[in-house]
């Protein structure tokens, strides 16, 4: 019998050096830039100490990108940046110009492709978003779906800077909150209402017990003899607040539930220093219902606080800075959202969090 030989595996080289791809007026001028200038929405301009220039055109993606589209962007960026782009860390996509006459050409081109081009300054950037019914087992919601809608209702946010500061919107389809929701101006936040269906067959086999245990935040799983003499769970359902943890750790805790499952919405963290210390985002609506393909409740309820925030706030105030100089009973009475017995937070069991808590706190 003859066998072929193993290829040699090529393993831990890592990524490529991080100035691989740099242009060459980036790398002739790496840390030693002057200033830098708006020009327009989506239009920066960084002059270095050397008197050169450089032009970024950011436009909007929507992150789930096929193979065909990545070709455009290259496409467009050989066209205009010698072949050179980037992706920003809320995924839009940028285009780096050394020739300023080239903005508007390519400025028309992306526009005509059906690309916005925008999400600088005090406007509203891409959404930071996750998995949903793409790709993740844990989803209570969708990620592309409500981001799509979402966006579609407030584009003009992000192609002018018309808002008293930069707002930041982040989705998460479930509390593991998988990117930003915990630290945005607004999130979208997938939950579910009900505890989880132990299914015993299955769980002996699937799932490591004293682990599930422990995954619990309020301790609502205990063990109990499953069928046939086999160990099990069991859920008590009144400690139990739906989070799914106990599912991320062992699949027979089924969690999803067409009927019950939904979103909530929370409003101003924000990461940066400026003026305030980060803070977290705090609940402002407890419960929507999943309503695809547009989730017009949930649309509404954003449009809502950014109407609201844009017309009350002082300029540069972000809206959690803004919520803090009006106080929560304003904020409710202007957005026209409920307050209500969920708003108050009664989670006592981790030490550090009565001071840190997302919820609002009376
Ligand atoms: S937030 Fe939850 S459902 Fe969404 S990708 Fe992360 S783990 Fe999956
Ligand atoms: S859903 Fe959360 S609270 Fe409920 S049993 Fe599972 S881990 Fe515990």
Redesign the pocket.
Same mark, same amino acid.
């Given at each position: 019998m003859t066998t072929t030989p193993l290829q040699p595996r090529i393993t831990d080289i890592g990524p490529p050096a991080y100035d691989k791809y740099l242009p060459p007026v980036i790398r002739k001028n790496y840390g030693a830039w002057k200033y830098h200038e708006k020009l327009a929405p989506g239009v920066l301009c960084h002059v270095a100490e050397s008197g050169d220039r450089l032009y970024t055109v950011r436009a909007g993606t929507p992150r789930l990108l096929s193979i065909q589209t990545l070709r455009r962007f290259a496409d467009l960026a050989d066209k205009y940046c010698d072949g050179y782009l980037r992706f920003t860390s809320r995924n839009n996509i940028e285009f780096l110009l050394e020739d300023a006459t080239q903005i508007e050409p390519l400025k028309r081109e992306l526009v005509t492709l059906g690309i916005p081009v925008g999400g600088m300054n005090n406007a509203i950037s891409n959404i930071v978003h996750t998995q949903g019914w793409v790709h993740c087992h844990a989803a209570a919601t969708d990620a592309s779906g409500l981001v799509k809608s979402v966006m579609d209702a407030l584009i003009d946010h992000f192609t002018q800077e018309d808002l008293p500061a930069k707002l930041r919107i982040a989705v998460a389809c479930c509390l593991n909150m998988c990117g930003a929701v915990h630290c945005s101006d607004i999130a979208i936040l997938g939950v579910?209402r009900r505890?989880?269906k132990v299914q015993s067959e299955m769980l002996k086999k699937a799932c490591e017990v004293p682990t599930l245990i422990a995954?619990?935040?309020?301790g609502?799983?205990r063990p109990v003899p499953g069928v046939g003499g086999k160990q099990s769970v069991e859920?008590i359902e009144e400690?139990? %607040?739906?989070?799914?943890?106990?599912?991320s750790v062992c699949p027979a805790?089924r %969690?999803a539930d067409a009927e019950n499952d939904g979103l909530s919405i929370w409003v101003g963290g924000k990461v940066s220093n400026a003026r305030t210390a980060p803070r977290f985002s705090r609940l402002a609506i407890p419960y929507l219902p999943n309503h695809p393909p547009r989730w017009p409740e949930v649309v509404d309820a954003v449009v809502k606080i950014v109407d609201v925030y844009r017309g009350e706030a002082r300029k540069y105030e972000r809206v959690g800075e803004w919520i803090d100089r009006i106080g929560w009973p304003r904020f409710f009475e202007l957005t026209g959202f409920e307050f209500t017995r969920y708003h108050i937070d009664d989670f006592k069991h981790a030490g550090m969090n009565f001071a840190r808590s997302a919820h609002v706190r009376h």
């Open positions: 579910h505890p989880p995954s619990c935040p309020t609502a799983i859920v400690q139990c %607040m739906y989070c799914g943890n106990c599912f805790m %969690m």
